[in-house]
């Protein structure tokens, strides 16, 4: 079956409308994150839709803008009276926030959601020593975790102590601009906030402890933004109540359509441009889809259209008497076209 066919057949299933979204997870500039160019093109799907009783999201992403969930949410609630998502497989950092909003969240042993504790980068960001033109991204649960080893795994509890602890801490080699902290403590907030929002989004209420378990665990408590949590940890361990087993016949359409798109997102692929330009290939051209929107009548994706060339130049070697220039070859490569079709 197609992705069209698919998408059909689990509609059939679930007696909704289906709506996929995907972002690449590739390296190198084939990879892409989900960000706010979505909200335009999830209008104009939902637009074509119009208002119905369910809507599913089929979701795979390792995350990216954590303003995008909440917006996106909030306008797919406004065509459906009941939302749910349905993860494929990796539903990361923004993507589980989405997967938050939701009435319900179909997962199968393969889905996994992530720590929604985000990394910070603006221009009061500490310099990069080794790359001066770039900044470090810090990630905020870091920061937290600095303090809370102050205080809880050494005691000190006065303020005194603490001040001192802070002024070492921003002494530190790269510097940290107060401002990159005060970013850091609003992006916090903010975080916890969305995350409130997005549970109490839900058709069935949840209760307010409940939510704060949840949020505590996915800002704080894992410890690892490279922390995947299964459906079995989601729903018991975490309390994420509407996390739903998927049954047989719908968790192999979602694996089936999950396999359509990862064979034209070449998704686990690894990429070089040695390997894109091709072997004997002085000059090559490759157009990459590296996101997708699509639902039964309408299709939209993300094209990078990208040229890679062979070059001559001179490589550093190190040798005994010193480093030489010796002649060598390299890819280079430029992307010549990108946007949404």
Not at 146 to 162: M, R, S, T
Not at 177 to 186: K, M, S, V
Not at 243 to 267: A, F, H, P, W
Not at 302 to 308: A, H, K, Y
Request: proline share 5%; hydrophobic share 40%; glycine share 4%.
């Amino acid at each position: 079956m197609n992705k069209q066919e698919i998408i059909k057949k689990i509609e059939e299933i679930r007696d909704s409308k289906v709506i996929t979204y995907l972002t690449s997870d590739r390296d190198g500039p084939v990879n892409a994150h989900i960000a706010g160019d979505i909200i335009a093109i999830f209008s104009n799907q939902l637009k074509n839709i119009k208002k119905v009783p369910k809507i599913d999201l089929f979701l795979y992403s390792t995350g990216g803008d954590t303003l995008v969930p909440w917006r996106l949410v909030s306008m797919i609630r406004e065509h459906c009276d009941e939302f749910s998502v349905l993860v494929p497989y990796k539903a990361h950092s923004a993507a589980t926030m989405i997967a938050l909003g939701a009435d319900e969240i179909i997962m199968s042993d393969l889905s996994e959601l992530s720590p929604i504790d985000p990394t910070t980068s603006n221009i009061f960001n500490p310099q990069d020593p080794l790359i001066p033109q770039n900044k470090i991204p810090i990630s905020v649960e870091d920061v937290m975790a600095f303090f809370d080893l102050a205080k809880n795994k050494f005691g000190i509890k006065n303020e005194e102590d603490l001040t001192k602890i802070f002024n070492k801490f921003m002494e530190v080699n790269p510097v940290i601009h107060p401002l990159a902290l005060g970013n850091i403590n609003r992006i916090h907030n903010l975080i916890r906030i969305l995350a409130k929002r997005l549970l109490q989004s839900h058709k069935n209420q949840l209760a307010e402890d409940e939510i704060n378990t949840i949020i505590d665990f996915l800002t704080e408590k894992l410890y690892s933004h490279q922390y995947f949590i299964g459906r079995k940890e989601a729903k018991e361990n975490i309390g994420i109540k509407t996390v739903q087993y998927s049954e047989n016949i719908l968790e192999n359409l979602i694996t089936d359509l999950y396999e359509e798109y990862k064979k034209e997102m070449g998704l686990g692929i690894n990429w070089n441009p040695e390997n894109e330009l091709g072997t004997n290939s002085l000059q090559n051209k490759k157009d990459y889809k590296i996101a997708f929107i699509e639902s039964l009548k309408l299709s939209n994706y993300f094209e990078l259209s990208m040229e890679f060339k062979k070059q001559q130049v001179n490589i550093t070697q190190q040798t005994p008497q010193g480093p030489i220039q010796v002649p060598g070859e390299q890819v280079a490569f430029r992307v010549i076209k990108q946007g949404w079709n």
